[in-house]
Nanobody
Framework: QVQLVELGGGVVQAGGSLRLSCAASGRTFGSSAMGWRMGWLRQAPGKEREFVASISWSGGSTNYANSVKGRFTISRDNAKNTVSLQMNSLKPEDTAVYYC????????????WGQGTQVTVSA
């Protein structure tokens, strides 16, 4: 099993910044995060969950939703088994519950999920 815990949500005004972090642990995860693709997804009220960003185990490959490109940056620290999402120039439409997710690199989708953290951007 892999446990994921998100931190860093909150309320911010439009144009502001927030940094989310996710700590991964568990016997399956092991002492190293090598081999695990990490991602952030979000779900706004009344909407389906959507992809935000992902990062390969090495950190050399990242992907972003078009809606966040140029504003959000995903990064990871494999020594600490953490992944972060730096969110700048936030917009009210970024308001959602943000989830950290993980799966073995190369396998589509995400098998493990965090409990989510609320991000609210006020106009």
């Amino acid at each position: 099993q892999v446990q994921l815990v998100e931190l860093g949500g909150g309320v911010v005004q439009a144009g502001g910044s927030l940094r989310l972090s996710c700590a991964a642990s568990g016997r399956t995860f092991g002492s190293s995060a090598m081999g695990w693709r990490m991602g952030w997804l979000r779900q706004a009220p009344g909407k389906e969950r959507e992809f935000v960003a992902s990062i390969s185990w090495s950190g050399g490959s990242t992907n972003y939703a078009n809606s966040v490109k140029g504003r959000f940056t995903i990064s990871r620290d494999n020594a600490k088994n953490t992944v972060s999402l730096q969110m700048n120039s936030l917009k009210p439409e970024d308001t959602a519950v943000y989830y950290c997710a993980a799966n073995v690199d190369g396998i589509p989708g995400y098998r493990y999920w965090g409990q989510g953290t609320q991000v609210t951007v006020s106009a």
